[in-house]
T-cell receptor, first 114, second 110 residues
Framework: DTGVSQNPRHKITKRGQNVTFRCDPI?????LYWYRQTLGQGPEFLTY????????KSRLLSDRFSAERPKGSFSTLEIQRTEQGDSAMYLC????????????FGPGTRLTVT | GQSLEQPSEVTAVEGAIVQINCTYQ??????LSWYQQHDGGAPTFLSY????GLEETGRFSSFLSRSDSYGYLLLQELQMKDSASYFC???????????FGGGTRVLVKP
């Protein structure tokens, strides 16, 4: 399978715990994006990378959220001290940078904070 | 900033034609993309309009009018498998983040 993969697919955690999600983009894609989607809404931008450089971070993203792409390949998104409002689907996408407008999405990680 | 508005739901029968409108307000407009998302699935790219006019891809077509800040996705010869949510999205630039509309849920009935 050469598509975007995300792990885990589902995560249930208690409020106050830290969680980390992983995204493996399509191998030749240099741009990687994180979005968050709640039920019945469109995906909401969180942050994105060009290779290992984080180019933009949403102002909506609190300091509890951090993302890395250490070697310009896979990326991790960490949420510290989770809150019930963090419950959502976290989507990762990748693209060939400025070559194309098309972004390829992974299946997402569904986070439930109890 | 950018905001995109689209209807929340549309219902139609198999074989019919459905048009999903998207109006946008942006501080800088680069073009309009459309994505399809089945329940529990990932968004998948359908089309992109950078210039005014109609882009046709099989049963799906997309239209853009920059002067009216408006676009639409046209689904023809509806099939049951077309039941999904459809999102318009605007990139800030090529390879840049996408701002999505709230999505239109299309329900196809036999």
């Amino acid at each position: 399978d050469t598509g975007v993969s995300q792990n885990p697919r589902h995560k249930i955690t208690k409020r106050g715990q830290n969680v980390t999600f992983r995204c493996d983009p399509i191998s030749e894609h240099n741009r990687l994006y994180w979005y968050r989607q709640t039920l019945g809404q469109g995906p909401e931008f969180l942050t994105y990378f060009q290779n290992e450089a984080q180019l933009e971070k949403s102002r909506l993203l609190s300091d509890r959220f951090s993302a890395e792409r250490p070697k310009g390949s896979f990326s991790t998104l960490e949420i510290q001290r989770t809150e019930q409002g963090d419950s959502a689907m976290y989507l990762c996408a990748s693209s060939l940078g400025t070559v194309t407008l098309e972004q390829y999405f992974g299946p997402g990680t569904r986070l439930t904070v109890t | 900033g950018q905001s995109l508005e689209q209807p929340s739901e549309v219902t139609a029968v198999e074989g019919a034609i459905v048009q999903i409108n998207c109006t946008y307000q942006t501080s800088g407009f680069y073009g309009l993309s459309w994505y399809q998302q089945h329940d529990g699935g990932a968004p998948t790219f359908l089309s992109y309009n950078a210039l005014d006019g109609l882009e046709e891809t099989g049963r799906f077509s997309s239209f853009l009018s920059r002067s009216d800040s408006y676009g639409y996705l046209l689904l023809q010869e509806l099939q049951m498998k077309d039941s999904a949510s459809y999102f318009c999205a605007a990139p800030k630039a090529a390879g840049n983040k996408l701002t999505f509309g709230g999505g239109t849920r299309v329900l196809v009935k036999p």
